[in-house]
């Protein structure tokens, strides 16, 4: 389908080899967790997933879609150490307040970044948020029931499927476009991402996602045009010789002359 539409180029598949049993096993004793079994059987075919597209401008390929799944040894946890090497540095379970409401009717409890969750980054999303492999309940002993959420910049969560299956499909179909995980949120994609939207339309898309607000514009583009080869023919501008300053005086001056002898020569005769 990618490779298919048009000015996509450099379609780009890495094949991994599946993951070691053994591999896994030791992750879930060194992190006291089990994983799912879908996500399990998912690295024992293939030690994680990168898919990447470009798109071509002015011939040259331009990054753009990027699908992107951990392999197991890049599964790391969130919120385990200090963001900085100094003593009594913040961590990410500083950020947790307990007056914040939970699960406020039909909204899901967002996970902790404390020690309530256990949370695992599946996607880096090229640094437009994380994609987490969620265990929101932790304590006394870690619930083998898991979900899929996505942190946004602002370290807000936002819900997205209850299984990896769920979520792997919704990575396909949304093709990697850049921020797909933000038409999950509130707020939605930027106005940026929303043309790629247009040109290159998920698999499965809500259209009101699309749709034009009042107060913002977005050119709807057309990728069959954008991307159509124009073949210009070089137009060749011919300037008038230039004629120094002088010279234009004194031949202004002398059409001026014979044209006054000439008339002169007309009033006598």
């Not at 080899?17 to 096993?25: C, F, L």
């Not at 949370?119 to 437009?128: M, Q, S």
């Not at 919704?170 to 940026?192: C, E, K, N, R």
């Amino acid at each position: 389908l990618l490779e298919t539409s048009p000015g996509v180029a450099e379609v780009t598949f890495v094949e991994k080899e599946p993951a070691e049993r053994h591999t896994i096993v030791s992750w879930e004793q060194k992190n006291s967790c089990i994983l799912p079994e879908d996500l399990k059987n998912f690295y024992l075919m293939t030690d994680g997933f990168q898919m990447t597209w470009s798109v071509k401008t002015d011939d040259t390929p331009m990054p753009l879609g990027s699908m992107v799944i951990n392999s197991i040894s890049k599964l790391c946890r969130l919120g385990g150490s200090s963001m900085y090497t100094l003593p009594n540095a913040p961590t990410l379970a500083d950020l947790e307040d307990d007056t914040d409401e939970e699960g406020n009717g039909d909204k899901p409890e967002r996970p902790h970044f404390d020690s309530r969750s256990l949370i695992f980054e599946l996607d880096p999303c090229n640094g437009n948020g994380k994609v987490c492999l969620v265990y929101k309940h932790a304590k006394p002993v870690v619930s083998p029931d898991t979900e899929i959420w996505f942190l946004d910049r602002a370290l807000y969560w936002h819900f997205l499927t209850k299984t990896f299956t769920a979520y792997y499909r919704l990575l396909i179909t949304h093709l990697g476009l850049p921020q797909w995980q933000y038409a999950f949120t509130s707020y939605g994609v930027s106005p940026q991402a929303k043309q790629w939207f247009n040109m290159y339309k998920p698999i499965t898309i809500n259209t009101a996602l699309l749709s034009e607000e009042t107060d913002s514009f977005v050119n709807k583009l057309d990728p069959n045009k954008v991307f159509k080869s124009k073949n210009k023919t070089p137009v060749i501008k011919k300037k008038p010789p230039s004629q120094p300053a002088g010279s234009q005086k004194s031949h202004t001056s002398m059409t001026s002359s014979k044209t006054s002898s000439l008339a002169g020569n007309s009033s006598r005769k």
